[in-house]
């Protein structure tokens, strides 16, 4: 059965940090590419970050610089480290796993920013 477990998001105030973590269990995780989404109330979901199993990360414009995703493949677990987060950033953050023939959701977490 594959699980991914997001956690690490609460209520920060503007200008501050959190660091999200989503633990993966039931694939092979070190071939699989790695991704953080958001959606907040009344939009759609939409990209933050990615991290494929080998290369670079990518980042949606509206984060480059303020966040950072990792990848620990010994602990089949994948990062978001955020900084300077503004109320806009506030959403339920989705992790996602993607193969070529497999993708999953995580149950997300909620990340308030109050201004």
């Known amino acids: 059965q594959v699980q991914l477990v997001e956690s690490g998001g609460g209520l920060v105030q503007a200008g501050g940090s959190l660091r999200l973590s989503c633990a993966a269990s039931?694939?092979?995780?070190?071939?699989?590419?790695m991704g953080w989404y958001r959606q907040a109330p009344g939009k759609q979901r939409e990209l933050v970050a990615t991290?494929?199993?080998?290369?670079?990360?990518n980042y949606a414009d509206s984060v480059k610089g303020r966040f950072t995703v990792s990848r620990d493949n010994a602990k089949n677990t994948v990062y978001l480290q955020m900084s300077s987060l503004q109320p806009e950033d506030t959403a339920v953050y989705y992790c996602?796993?993607?193969?070529?023939?497999?993708?999953?959701w995580g149950q997300g977490t909620q990340v308030t920013v109050s201004s």
């Open positions: 991290i494929p199993s080998s290369g670079s990360a």
């Open positions: 996602n796993a993607r193969s070529r023939s497999s993708f999953y």
């Open positions: 039931g694939i092979a995780f070190s071939s699989y590419n």
